[in-house]
């Protein structure tokens, strides 16, 4: 879903899934997507985990999202933050047991991935990025519940 906001900025939410755990990370998720496809790549930690880059020549921020109701940190960007994450969600003695038995589906590699590009030459502030999270995580747990 692309949604177009004031100033030029265009936020992205995609829903994105990966089969193996090795490409559980949000450079996976928009790859055959030049809107989302990330060059000159670097990441932040402020607010959430966060990829910074540029995609057609636009500034861009990018973070994934697993949006279960029972996370507090459920933001991710490298294979390493977003694993850790779905292992929290099905870890246990109890999780395995109703994996085996079908009471819980299999361990899922999968997020929403949420992207604002702003206009060109006018990267999105550390303020925009945050008020966009917290309008959208809420909005994204809600409808796992």
């Known amino acids: 879903m692309r949604l177009p906001l004031r100033g030029g900025f265009e936020l992205t939410l995609m829903q994105g899934s990966v089969r193996q755990r090795f490409n559980f990370q949000a450079s996976s998720m928009g790859m055959d997507q030049p809107s989302l496809k990330l060059t000159q790549r670097r990441l932040s ?30 933001f991710g960007v490298t294979r390493e933050q977003l694993s850790a994450i779905a292992d929290r ?6 999780a395995s047991l109703e994996r085996v038995i079908g009471l819980q589906p299999n361990r899922t590699y999968a997020c929403t991935l949420i992207s604002l590009r702003g206009p060109k030459g006018e990267p ?15 909005v994204l747990r809600s409808r796992q519940s």
């Open 45 to 74: 930690e402020s607010p959430v985990p966060t990829a910074m880059g540029l995609a057609e020549d636009r500034p861009v921020l990018q973070t994934c999202l697993l949006a279960d109701p029972d996370l507090n940190d459920a």
């Open 89 to 94: 969600l099905a870890s246990g003695k109890a």
């Open 124 to 138: 999105p502030s550390e303020r925009l990025w945050k008020q966009i999270l917290d309008l959208v995580e809420p």
